[in-house]
């Protein structure tokens, strides 16, 4: 077999990338996909590479903080989880009747319902494309149902199910995005509305490249976010647009250090299986990824508490939110801060070393007021 000079051997990477891991995982775990709503936090803290390898590798993050000692209160409870089943239940019961009249179709013969079972997640995914070209080359209305997007992450391929597209009659699709919390006279809770608005981003990205290569198909900016209408169970609907949402999403996901790299860097005989190590073994193995820690990470990620632990250790800016962190430069732990602020560290014609010297100034000077007035 010949080869071009300085080739080298030819090594399928994403092969070997998946072999890699599955090793890291460990051979006895299933890998747990990575969904829109990871996928929106991970696009909000794109410099935390230990949070993409372990979501790239499928780890449970859940029993790997416990394991670690330090179990998140992240996540939906059991008693949210049944409701919102119960709500999409209905929404999409006798063909998605709710959701169609939400739309503004009375008659639900009008409607195609394709048929969207494959074997396993590449399979759904390409049934799911085919499903969406036919649709929009047939110019009628088609409401897909959890149907399979697929997009590459971090050099990785991640398969994304979404509660439901809708095809247009004139080739727009729309995501539907089918939640829970209550829409009390026409508005919802706004960071609720802001993470169904970030998870629909993810959703509009994924299907722009299917629609790349549909002849007459957009995907639509707007996406409507069903849920129930005051505090009943009766179904209500609002357009939210998301085209911000989709630029920060697009633009973080592109700055995800690709997971080959991170796998490159770690040393031999890492393993994150958190079945057969002990839990010293997986502090070990965690330590050797770098973390990007931020206040925001309690309700976003699974880690967030042993993250939190570990930056506090270090006494690492990064604890009082990233914003401060900005503000600090290259003063990195709150011992460097204080000492620059009192004058035994730090570059004076540091900008950030200068402020933190004036308000030590301005603050001595207030007491000495207070003092005084007494």
Not at 2 to 12: K, N, V, Y
Not at 91 to 109: F, N, Q
Not at 170 to 176: A, H, K, L, Q
Not at 208 to 217: L, N, Q, S, W, Y
Request: with cysteine; charged share 25%.
């Amino acid at each position: 077999m010949s080869a071009s000079l300085g080739s080298g051997p030819h090594r399928p990477p994403q092969t070997t990338l998946r072999h890699q891991l599955a090793e890291l995982r460990g051979p006895a775990s299933v890998p747990r996909p990575l969904d829109a709503r990871a996928l929106a936090a991970l696009a909000a803290n794109p410099g935390c590479r230990r949070r993409a390898i372990l979501d790239g590798a499928g780890i449970d993050k859940t029993a790997l903080a416990a394991k670690l000692g330090a179990p998140s209160g992240f996540g939906q409870s059991q008693f949210a989880i049944a409701r919102g089943n119960a709500f999409e239940a209905r929404v999409k019961a006798d063909g998605g009747r709710e959701l169609l009249r939400l739309l503004g179709i009375e008659d639900p013969s009008d409607v195609d319902l394709p048929e969207l079972a494959a074997a396993g997640p590449e399979g759904r995914a390409a049934r799911t494309a085919l499903a969406l070209r036919e649709a929009t080359a047939a110019g009628r209305w088609a409401l897909l149902d959890h149907p399979m997007l697929a997009l590459e992450v971090a050099g990785s391929p991640v398969y994304l199910e979404p509660d439901a597209v809708v095809v247009h009659p004139d080739g727009r699709w729309t995501v539907v995005e089918i939640k829970s919390f209550p829409m009390v006279d026409g508005s919802a809770d706004a960071p609720k509305v802001g993470a169904a608005a970030r998870q629909a981003a993810v959703y509009v990205l994924a299907l722009e490249r299917v629609a790349g290569v549909t002849e007459g198909a957009e995907v639509a900016h707007t996406v409507l976010l069903v849920c129930p209408k005051d505090f009943s169970d009766l179904p209500t609907a609002s357009a939210v647009d998301v085209r911000r949402q989709l630029s920060v999403t697009r633009r973080q996901l592109a700055r995800l250090t690709r997971l080959d790299e991170i796998v490159d860097a770690l040393p031999e005989g890492v393993t994150f299986d958190v079945a057969a190590c002990s839990a010293e073994e997986l502090a070990t193995a965690v330590e050797c990824v770098p973390h990007a820690y931020a206040p925001e990470c309690l309700a976003a990620c699974e880690l967030a508490f042993h993250c939190r632990e570990r930056a506090r250790a270090a006494d690492a800016v990064t604890t009082l939110g990233r914003s401060v962190r900005g503000e600090l430069g290259g003063l990195t732990t709150i011992g460097a801060v204080l000492a620059a602020a009192r004058g035994e560290a730090g570059d004076p014609d540091d900008p950030a070393v200068a402020a933190l010297r004036r308000a030590r100034a301005l603050r001595s000077e207030a007491l000495t007021g207070v003092t005084a007035c007494r």
